[in-house]
């Protein structure tokens, strides 16, 4: 496991999907959720879990705000040989657009890599905030993501 929270190690990433053009990725965010909650329970990590698994759009306006409090708090990329988690709380901030650029194309764009995601649609709603400048090409990428969990209850409803 890789952790990217800085500069370099975010480079170093977008390098290995450059030289090893991976065929198949796995995706997945982790936020901290935005709703009203006791005191107790405002920091708590976004478990991953998803309760809203339907098929839902990206919805353009409401959720698309730059903010660090609407970022995920991490991105996970599986390849694999590897598992990246990249902190996007304040790594973006310090980004190169080139750098951004690369990572799209490599990663979000490619129609060279299968991209599995469970209930991705919720994580992008998180993950547009980070990647604003996309967002005519995102729903796109949205839609490319295979998503388990509707694979899983087709499988399991036959």
């Known amino acids: 496991m890789i952790w ?3 500069v370099d190690e975010f480079k170093k990433m977008v390098d290995y999907f450059e030289e090893k053009k991976p065929n198949i990725i796995g995706l997945d965010c982790e936020w901290k959720p935005m709703c009203d909650m006791d005191e107790e329970n405002k920091d708590t990590e976004n478990s991953g879990s998803k309760s809203d698994e339907s098929d839902e759009e990206v919805d353009d306006d409401s959720t698309t705000i730059n903010s660090k409090n609407k970022r995920p708090n991490v991105f996970q990329i599986a390849t694999r040989e590897k598992i990246f988690i990249v902190e996007f709380r304040d ?7 080139s750098l951004v650029d690369r990572f799209a194309s490599l990663v979000f764009f490619s129609d060279d890599i299968i991209k599995l995601g469970y209930g991705f649609k919720q994580d992008s709603k998180h993950l547009i905030n980070v990647f604003s400048k996309f967002k005519q090409k995102f729903p796109k990428f949205v839609n490319s993501v295979i998503n388990l969990y509707k694979v899983i209850k087709d499988l399991s409803s036959t």
């Open 4 to 6: 990217v929270d800085n």
């Open 91 to 97: 790594l973006p901030d310090l980004l190169d657009e």
